[in-house]
């Protein structure tokens, strides 16, 4: 059964940082991993979805990797702002559907 | 494109009671997966439905089903609640490729007393 893992479970930084988050998983078997955003009590935000065969993906001031190898994704926020304060989950389609147990960040002012 | 819908957003039931939540998928796409979301457990998946056939399946109990019609909306069914399915149940909608990104609905908030 895929483990989903994401570390850390909560984060705080200041306004401007660049920060990095997190995913881990145990079978490589995997179609895909997504990234989302969550904001409480709501529904899910598609962020960067990345294939099986590609590396990384990049919107704007995200940038998603993923080394199936090592069963790691990563989600890099450049210069952090207020705005981006969510809960962030990453979600891997295998044979079914796993996600992660997210990280909640908070970007302080 | 109008986004994923889901009906009731809201919903208070009592234990012993059944419920069905309805979700409309974005205009084109045929994939429909549904979710629970609870503090606990986190997200958890529970079905996936394909041109009216479910094609995957999480581990939940047979109170759980679903179904989806030729016009690719979808419902799920929960009887006999209980309180522990008190959480936010989400559906997700994707394209012909199942496998393509998933595009959230807001949930459909249940609280069981």
């Known amino acids: 059964k895929q483990e989903v893992t994401q570390i850390p479970a909560a984060l705080s930084v200041p306004e401007g940082e660049n920060l990095v988050l997190n995913c881990s998983f145990t079978d490589s078997a995997i179609y895909n991993l997504q990234w989302f955003r969550q904001d409480p009590g709501k529904g899910l935000t598609s962020l960067l979805l990345i294939q099986s065969s590609q590396r990384e993906q990049t919107s704007g001031r995200l940038n998603a990797s993923l080394d199936k190898s090592s069963g790691r994704s990563t989600l890099y926020i450049a210069a952090s702002q207020p705005g981006d304060s969510a809960t962030y989950l990453c979600a891997i389609t295998g044979n079914q559907f796993y996600f992660g147990t997210g990280t909640s960040l908070t970007v302080i002012p | 494109k109008a986004g994923v819908t889901q009906t009731p957003r809201y919903l208070i039931k009592t234990r012993g009671q059944q419920v069905t939540l309805s979700c409309s998928p974005i205009?084109?796409?045929?994939?429909v997966s549904w979710y629970q979301q609870t503090p606990g457990q986190g997200l958890q998946f529970l079905f996936e439905?394909?041109?009216?056939?479910?094609?995957n399946k999480g581990n939940f109990p047979g109170r759980f089903s679903g179904r989806q019609f030729s016009n690719s909306r979808s419902e799920m069914n929960v009887s006999t609640l209980e309180l522990g399915d008190s959480a936010l149940y989400l559906c997700?909608?994707?394209?012909?490729?199942?496998?393509?990104?998933?595009?959230f609905g807001p949930g459909t908030r249940l609280t069981v007393l």
């Open positions: 439905y394909f041109s009216e056939t479910q094609r």
């Open positions: 997700a909608s994707s394209t012909e490729d199942p496998y393509n990104e998933q595009f």
């Open positions: 205009s084109g796409h045929r994939s």
